[in-house]
């Protein structure tokens, strides 16, 4: 299994709701990123996860909060999403986190009322 | 947080034609990635180009690395309607966490 997988696809919410996107990969990486994109930009990155621990939090408000229960899943909460927040969401997985290429997942396209 | 820079940032050009799209970075590097990314889609992971190597090719794609110029080119040969989409330039500058420096890509638009 070479992929990255990613739920919802799509994700309509409103400022005072609180969901959760999810990310899985079942390749053994132990590397997992969660980055934003907004339209014609490229992605930016909010946070790294190493062995399941955060690694790299890119000073990225309170109001997302990321989680790794296990080396396979990477989850990202959202709580009081301001409109600026729509973005698309990718999560991507490496084997190690050493520069190496990144396999990206399609992405949750989020869009905040 | 982005390191590297593409150009053109736009590209249009008909099938059966070359498309040449280049990147710019800053600081010394371990390796230069591409990366396609399919309008509201995830990025897809092209070729991957180390610091000691100059060349590299993957079916119609061909990368060229210029440590020196700290310049590096992806050249799509015989391109079709389908490469139709955006292409971005990643860095790897030796981070103990595997993060990558995206530039802020260049849009292929292939006519038919």
């Known amino acids: 299994d070479t992929e990255v997988t990613q739920t919802p696809k799509h994700l309509v919410m409103g400022m005072t709701n609180k969901k959760s996107l999810k990310c899985e990969q079942h390749?053994?990486?132990?590397?997992m990123y969660w980055y934003k994109q907004k339209a014609k930009k490229p992605p930016e990155l909010m946070f790294v996860y190493s062995y399941e621990k955060l690694s790299i939090n890119e000073s990225v408000p309170s109001r997302f909060s990321p989680e790794c229960p296990n080396s396979s899943l990477l989850n990202l909460h959202l709580h009081a999403l301001q409109p600026e927040d729509s973005a698309l969401y990718l999560c991507?997985?490496?084997?190690?986190?050493?520069?190496?290429?990144?396999?990206f997942g399609p992405g949750t396209r989020l869009l905040v009322l | 947080s982005q390191q590297g820079e593409e150009d053109p940032q736009a590209l249009s050009i008909q099938e059966g034609e070359n498309a040449t799209m280049n990147c710019s970075y800053k600081t010394s590097i371990n390796n230069l990635q591409w990366y396609r990314q399919n309008s509201g889609r995830g990025l897809v992971h092209l070729i991957l180009?180390?610091?000691?190597?100059r060349e590299k090719h993957s079916g119609r794609l061909r990368v060229t690395l210029d440590t020196s110029k700290k310049s590096s080119s992806l050249l799509i040969t015989a391109s079709r309607a389908a490469d139709t989409a955006s292409y971005f330039c990643?860095?790897?500058?030796?981070?103990?966490?595997?993060?990558?420096?995206f530039g802020r890509g260049t849009q292929l638009t292939v006519w038919p």
């Open positions: 390749m053994g990486h132990r590397a």
């Open positions: 990643a860095t790897d500058r030796g981070s103990t966490l595997g993060r990558l420096y």
């Open positions: 180009i180390r610091s000691n190597e």
């Open positions: 991507a997985s490496s084997p190690f986190s050493s520069g190496e290429t990144q396999y």
